[in-house]
């Protein structure tokens, strides 16, 4: 701001200054234009001293004079900003400028001409006193001429000051600048013109004077016109000038524009921008002023400045009598004494005294706000008195009626031994829309859902029998004939003789339980994205009908169909537009299944469709047809056109399917083979096919996979992870194997690819979570306490069963969640983020641990750790076994180890196979550490928490 002045006064004195040191030299060459003078006299007066010495004179008193014309306004910005007085300062520069500036310019351009007179005064003896008259005359246009655009721009200078300081007038109006611009310039000019073209031609044109003075007439009229219109403008600007000061928003914004030009519309603006700060002004009052709660508003001091009338009700004040006043004559504990009297910001119990001097107990919500630079605070009040002894009321209450309270919300009834109604409590309203004592010695049976009529006579002939309690379930009907399913507990009321006299019990409306319950059935078996039914459904249908099929003489077709471009589309156009690619799909699929056949989303892009009573001619034909669908069809998103196509895998379910597993990988091969062919068309299943594919070894696999899991033979293995600080084993990872007829173990890498092609990888996380939580159970009642981390793989999160599997076997053993930690790898988990976020929040709610594996495999790891919630990460083994002979892999250990700290997370690192890279990341920071030189993985846990120091090092 400072430099800005200074710049602004540099700019000001400099720009008046040329002014009047060219005025003089212009004036002479005019006078010479004109022959009013020579060039032998202009030498003449420019070799007097007298003349010189008074051009100098003031030159040197305007530079001093203008120079310090700004110095209060300069002193305020560098000495005393906060004093208030600058802007009188610089209001008594803008009112005296035009007065000094054009004071300056008469007296320099009258005196000037006749010092020329007297210097001149021999040469110009004989031409007479209208030689002079013109002379001084002409300097005083030329003048004027020369310092308009100066003042012009000098008051553009100035304006440039009101930026820092404000404008409380007007003092320069935009009606005389006009009037000068566009009639005393226009005027001048032309009055020097017809005396140039006089002195040249030495005649008076009445042609080009009649010209002359009709153009001058046209200019001033426009001028006129001009400074008319202008004044109209600026008539709604005077009325807002004159009424601002005194006048409301509302007022303000019945201001109207009077022309089309800016003016007019700036006056629009400005009607539209009060009226919405009088609309806002209105809201508030009326918000403060009829809030439920009392609002006051006080200074730091604590002086009332606004009181609404909830805070005149509470208190019995009124407004007028409570502004002004201390705050803490209502709320003596509002101010906190042991901190130099300062106001309790936040909310609190206070005591309130009313006017009336009853003491009421008052919530008093506390926070600060400015307003014009001054610290406020909103007291939001009110009397909390009556609810504080409700609630005590209701603690004895809830004491002594707990028990019936508990039964509130069901059905409480009685009825005698014919089944009529003897007494209902209030819940009967909710279930049958009549009124409790409408309905005594009514019949249940005028209640009942004439399906379930039956069963609920055989369930009364029951307790009529005597039965001590009975529960069944049946369905009522309300007055509107809306069904409502009830959970009845009836017990039958008999006299010494065993007679029933009555029967009495409750009854639980269950129809949200059963609507459910039905939802879940749905959602059970049907695809959430695109409502198809989903692969568990399917897989069932299609064992029901491969059964059916080997025992009959028909045949079925089976279609697999995946989508060609699915996987473009996701990468370039989002997943949103998968899924709306996958929707799309659905519906060109549907009208197109005939009555009674299957189709299903049965993986990400994949659909699954059975034919029913299709002969092995047919099933080209059928699988074409669909094939031929995506052909004609084109995707559109945001103007993009997309032609997707499709793979199609076709086989034929008859008397020689096995199973509705190898009917399912008959068709995946099928499809497998279309999608190698070139994509966009059909494939047949052919048993030779299959062979040459791999197809038989990998079923084989599968077949022993499904062995595995049926016989419960899969082996167990347990590799301990220690702590790097105290050497103590902290967990041990449970590790699968396959075990073989000829005593050869099978790692996993051998059997889990054919476990997820042919969908039995989720079988085997459920084995393995079910398996190790109870061994896990054995060991703890051994008194091991010891942890496990089970390895999950990618597919687990898309297995429903799986989390209520761990928390019924968690439940059923009894397992402290904190022993279990679960593994899985980063690039599973970046693969499904939001489902692997969803199933790690879910375990970690349970109070079990997550891990994840492989970290740093991925070119993108930093970036989703911070989204997944692990408490454990698990550094990638190809950068821990290069610890010690690779740089890179030494900063990349060190890195993830200190990101991962950074997050709050603990580390591991795999595959220590010898001693300088256990030294290696004990030196990083490393947590924990697993490997064969720690501990291979073996069939039983160790013996001793610790490992042997010889072995581990760790103890050094």
Not at 547 to 561: K, V
Not at 826 to 854: H, M, P, T, W, Y
Request: glycine share 6%; aromatic share 10%.
């Amino acid at each position: 701001m400072l430099t800005h002045l200074h710049q602004i006064k540099r700019e000001f004195t400099t720009l008046i200054v040329f002014t009047f040191l060219i005025t003089p030299v212009i004036n002479l060459w005019a006078a010479s234009v004109l022959g009013l003078i020579t060039l032998s006299e202009i030498v003449i007066i420019a070799q007097q001293k007298y003349y010189l010495l008074f051009s100098g004179a003031m030159l040197l008193l305007i530079l001093v004079h203008f120079w310090k014309f700004l110095d209060p306004i300069v002193r305020w910005a560098e000495y005393d900003r906060n004093n208030q007085d600058a802007p009188i300062q610089l209001y008594k520069r803008l009112r005296i400028f035009t007065e000094h500036y054009w004071g300056f310019f008469v007296f320099y351009a009258c005196i000037t001409p006749l010092l020329i007179n007297l210097i001149l005064m021999q040469t110009l003896v004989g031409k007479g006193l209208g030689h002079s008259v013109s002379f001084i005359s002409l300097q005083l246009l030329v003048s004027y001429l020369i310092a308009l655009p100066a003042y012009l721009f000098t008051l553009d200078k100035l304006g440039q000051l009101v930026r820092f300081l404000g404008l409380q007038q007007i003092y320069h109006g935009l009606k005389s600048r006009l009037f000068q611009v566009g009639a005393v310039v226009p005027l001048i000019c032309m009055g020097l013109l017809a005396a140039y073209h006089f002195k040249i031609t030495n005649e008076i044109d009445p042609i080009g004077g009649t010209l002359l003075v009709l153009m001058l007439i046209v200019v001033m009229t426009a001028t006129f016109m001009s400074v008319r219109s202008l004044k109209t403008s600026l008539l709604p600007v005077q009325e807002f000038l004159g009424r601002s000061g005194a006048s409301t928003h509302a007022d303000l914004a019945k201001l109207k524009p009077c022309s089309t030009d800016e003016i007019g519309y700036l006056m629009q603006s400005i009607s539209g921008v009060f009226k919405r700060f009088a609309d806002q002004q209105s809201h508030m009052h009326a918000v403060v002023d009829n809030a439920a709660e009392g609002i006051i508003v006080i200074d730091s001091k604590g002086i009332i400045e606004t009181f609404n009338q909830a805070a005149e009700k509470l208190f019995g004040h009124t407004a007028h009598e409570a502004r002004g006043k201390l705050m803490t004559r209502m709320l003596p504990g509002l101010f906190d004494l042991s901190h130099n009297v300062q106001i309790k910001i936040g909310e609190q119990e206070l005591e309130g005294l009313q006017r009336n001097g009853r003491r009421r107990s008052m919530s008093v919500r506390v926070s600060e706000v400015w307003l014009s630079d001054k610290l406020m605070y909103t007291c939001l009040v009110a009397d909390i008195t009556d609810r504080k002894a409700a609630q005590i009321k209701q603690k004895n209450a809830e004491a002594r009626y707990r028990d019936l309270v508990e039964t509130a919300h069901d059905l409480v009834w009685s009825m005698d031994a014919e089944g009529h109604w003897t007494y209902l409590n209030k819940a009967a309203f909710t279930i049958y829309g009549r009124e409790p004592i409408e309905m005594i010695g009514m019949n249940i049976s005028e209640f009942r859902d004439p399906d379930y009529a039956a069963q609920e006579s055989i369930a009364f002939q029951e307790i009529l029998r005597g039965k001590e309690l009975f529960q069944f379930e049946t369905v009522h009907l309300d007055t509107a004939g809306h069904a409502h399913y009830l959970s009845f507990n009836a017990k039958a009321q008999c006299d010494v003789l065993g007679n029933v006299q009555k029967i009495t019990g409750t009854a639980r409306d269950i129809s949200e339980k059963k609507a459910f319950e039905k939802q879940l059935t749905y959602q059970a078996e049907h695809d959430v994205l695109t409502g198809l039914f989903n692969r568990r459904y399917f897989q069932k249908e299609l064992e029901r009908v491969t059964a059916r099929m080997t025992r009959s003489a028909g045949s079925c077709g089976l279609l697999y169909i995946d989508l060609d471009q699915f996987k473009y589309v996701n990468d370039t156009l989002g997943h949103a537009a998968g899924d709306k690619l996958l929707v799309e799909i659905s519906k060109m699929l549907l009208p197109h299944v005939r009555e009674g056949e299957l189709l299903s989303r049965f993986g990400g892009d994949e659909f699954t469709l059975l034919l029913y009573n299709i002969s092995a001619e047919n099933l080209s034909m059928g699988a074409d047809k669909f094939r031929k669908l995506f052909e004609d069809y084109r995707f559109l998103h945001e103007g993009n056109s997309i032609n997707v196509t499709c793979s199609i895998g076709a086989t034929l379910i008859d008397s020689q399917t096995n199973n509705a597993d190898d009917a399912m990988a008959h068709a995946d091969l099928a499809c497998h083979i279309a999608k190698s062919r070139g994509r966009n068309c059909i494939n047949i299943y052919d048993k030779k096919e299959g062979n040459e594919n791999g197809m038989a070894a990998d079923m084989g696999w599968a077949a022993r996979v499904r062995e595995m899991l049926d016989k419960g033979k899969f082996l167990q293995v347990y590799q301990p992870i220690v702590s790097v600080k105290t050497g103590l084993i902290h967990d041990y990872e449970v590790l699968i194997r396959m075990p073989c007829d000829d005593g050869q173990i099978v790692l996993p890498g051998g059997f889990l690819p054919a476990a997820e092609r042919f969908g039995l990888i989720q079988h085997i996380d459920r084995w393995v979570v079910e398996h190790s939580i109870r061994n896990l159970h054995k060991q703890h009642q051994k008194g091991n306490k010891c942890r496990f981390a089970i390895n999950l793989s990618g597919h687990a999160f898309e297995d429903r069963a799986l989390l209520p599997t761990i928390r019924q076997l968690l439940k059923e053993t009894n397992v402290d969640p904190s022993a279990i930690t679960f593994e899985i790898t980063e690039s599973a988990a970046i693969k499904n983020l939001n489902r692997a976020v969803k199933l790690i929040e879910d375990l970690r709610e349970i109070g079990c641990q997550f891990s994840l594996d492989d970290f740093g495999s991925g070119f993108n790891s930093f970036t989703y750790l911070k989204h997944l919630p692990v408490d454990i990460i698990k550094i990638d083994g190809s950068f821990v076994k290069g610890v010690t002979e690779s740089s890179v892999d030494f900063a990349m250990v060190t890195a993830i180890n200190q990101v991962a700290h950074a997050l709050n997370k603990k580390t591991v690192a795999e595959y220590v196979e010898n001693r300088e890279t256990l030294f290696a990341l004990r030196e990083i920071g490393v947590d924990f550490v697993q490997g064969n030189y720690l501990g291979k993985p073996e069939k039983h846990l160790m013996t001793s928490e610790r490992l042997p120091d010889s072995c581990t090092l760790l103890s050094a």
